[in-house]
């Protein structure tokens, strides 16, 4: 059963620009969350997704913002980067909503972004 | 409120000698508790994971867990270190109703010869 799948696994951008990072989830699971790590912050959760809908949100402004699909495909997107974006970005899927706190979350490997 | 405090930023052992990662957490709700561990350049990976049930849990690759409210703690512990272990390794905490995992700083293991 493949794993949790994010792409691009390394990208470099100019402030200013916007950036999408896309996220296939276990088969099967329907919840998606999106977390940011930084050496400085470590790591924090952006949001989640699960039928198509946010169903909650970290402490993110604006420019940060996802999506998904009817197949449970994921993407976020940061729009008017800043150098302080430069971070790893972690999808994690899950079987169902994330309401049940015992549930297990998968995590991918993590799109590496820096901001120049 | 929530939060997770990993007690030591760094920790080394030997090769063949015990590992205790420290995590203790604060929560106002019975929480379900998790380690994580990150390889360089990799995503995370779930050890183990407590969710009310025996406080004491195994993981993967030989380590394991023990839940103390009494002392709001989950250490993680391995009786002995491989060079394979040498990692950062997350204590993560969720409680009912509550979608985000809340994470602590991690603790980066390092496993000499």
């Known amino acids: 059963k493949a794993g949790v799948t994010q792409t691009p696994r390394y990208l470099i951008k100019t402030r200013g620009q916007q950036v999408t990072l896309s996220c296939s989830p276990i088969s099967g699971h329907r919840s998606v969350s999106w977390y940011q790590q930084t050496p400085g912050q470590g790591l924090q959760f952006l949001f989640e997704y699960f039928s198509e809908t946010q169903r909650n949100k970290g402490n993110f402004p604006g420019r940060f913002s996802g999506r998904q699909f009817s197949n449970s495909r994921s993407e976020m997107n940061v729009s008017t980067l800043e150098l302080g974006d430069s971070a790893l970005y972690l999808c994690a899927s899950s079987s169902s909503e994330g309401v049940f706190s015992g549930n297990t979350i998968y995590f991918g490997e993590g799109s590496w972004l820096t901001v120049v | 409120a929530q939060s997770v405090t990993q007690l030591d930023s760094h920790v080394s052992v030997s090769e063949g000698t015990p590992v205790l990662l420290r995590c203790n957490y604060s929560?106002?709700?019975?929480?379900?508790l998790f380690w994580y561990v990150q390889h360089p350049n990799k995503g995370l990976q779930l050890l183990l994971k407590y969710t009310s049930a025996a406080t004491l849990v195994k993981g993967i690759n030989g380590f394991e867990a023990e839940f103390k409210k009494s002392e709001t703690s989950f250490h993680l512990t391995k009786p002995s270190a491989h060079m394979s272990d040498a990692a950062e390794y997350f204590c993560?905490?969720?409680?009912?109703?509550?979608?985000?995992?809340?994470f602590g700083s991690g603790t980066r293991l390092q496993v000499q010869p």
């Open positions: 993560a905490l969720r409680t009912p109703g509550r979608r985000a995992l809340t």
């Open positions: 929560s106002s709700y019975s929480p379900s």
